[in-house]
DNA sequence: ATTGAAAAGTTGACTCGTTGCACTTTTTAA
DNA sequence: TTAAAAAGTGCAACGAGTCAACTTTTCAAT
């Protein structure tokens, strides 16, 4: 059988993975994504292309490593939710609490810079985060006592995983994540008049 | 001076510009996308691979060609809406009254397919409608009495800008529209209890 | 009409992301 | 011990897209 914590197969291919990884988020922050090739990173990391991509699925997803974490968090923040509280709260909270303090560590700075600057990778991102859409959508019909496919709870998810590229660029953060979260919450009205 | 109406330089450029899109649509439609390659269109157009690049920035943008009036359409939806109706209204009457015909229509049947089943071509037609948000959101702003860069104008562009994907795979488009905008309108909340 | 500049098109070679194929190594099971 | 399955690797190739040099066409100003 094999052992059940780790084989030396597994760990190495961890290994090798981690190396490339680390290889190409160095290279892209001293130089620039698309002055980057596959080539050069696989050369730093002492493997061949074809490895780089048996790996992983394409050069954005050097990047983005182990991302998928997010969905999980996203549902267990809905599912979770303290009694009482409802589920458009239960999201505002959670990506307050969570989103925000990422995208503001100091340590992120570059690679968050990075992903900004490059088109590629703000595309690849948000395609990311609308991939969630649907598991997020069935844990909101879920607790929302809704049919599975409800359109209105899949509607919800999809615009609230659009809130961080919304709130991009923003001075205040928190006051634009608040904002688009009385908008989900109350609906849109032409707002006070700015004269 | 110039000609108003033409001169036969640029005439002769909107034809090969349209000869390489009518190869092109022909061929994907034939084949599919992924196994047609540039230079087959090309040669089908009778022209050099570098020409096609000249007018199309790329292969994705060979099926979308004159798809750059909808951003027209849809501000001057919100700009020239009957006296007393709210924006929001007017972009849920333009959206009912020009999207699902199109949609519907049986001679652009193939097209749809041809997008719907192409991955690349789903990424690229998303990532061309949320390029209207700011221009959208302006003409939002300007009619509700808003600070251009006001973000919840900004916001409810970008979902509305969404609707088409969320209502794909609807059997009821429209009464899937009614109910994106009714979210949009009055804010989301648990739907009635489906036991 | 002539001519000269600008635009359109062509060619061919090149880069880069990505994949298929063949080969070697490791692991597993008999 | 050994055969076969699985995993990893490298080479060569394909398609998208770019670049630079060159030819042709068009336009406009003499």
Redesign the interface.
């Known amino acids: 059988m094999t052992t059940p914590p780790v084989g030396r197969r597994e760990r190495k291919k961890a290994a090798t993975r981690q190396a490339i990884a680390d290889a190409a988020l160095r290279l892209f922050l001293e130089r620039g994504y698309d002055q980057v090739s596959i080539r050069e990173i696989a050369d730093a990391a002492d493997v061949s292309t074809t490895t780089v991509f048996k790996h992983f699925s394409g050069k954005e997803a050097l990047v983005f490593d182990q991302d998928q974490e997010r969905e999980s968090e996203l549902v267990a923040a809905v599912r979770g939710r303290a009694a009482g509280q409802?589920?458009?709260d239960a999201l505002r909270q959670h990506v307050l609490d969570t989103w925000l303090p990422i995208a503001a560590h100091p340590q992120r700075a570059g690679f968050v810079d990075l992903v900004e600057s490059t088109p590629a990778l703000r595309?690849y991102s948000e395609?990311m985060w609308t991939g969630y859409t649907d598991a997020l959508a069935a844990a909101i019909a879920d607790e929302?006592?809704?049919?599975q496919d409800?359109?209105?709870?899949?509607?919800?998810a999809?615009?609230v995983l659009?809130i961080p590229?919304?709130?991009q660029g923003?001075e205040d953060r928190r006051a634009?994540v608040e904002?688009?979260f009385?908008?989900?919450?109350?609906?849109?009205e032409?707002?006070g008049?700015?004269?």
Chains 1, 2 share one sequence.
Do not use: K, M, Q
């Open positions: 409802s589920v458009l595309a395609r929302a006592r809704a049919d409800d359109l209105a709870c899949a509607a919800l999809r615009f659009e590229t919304l709130a923003r634009a904002t688009i009385d908008l989900l919450t109350h609906g849109w032409p707002p008049d700015r004269s």
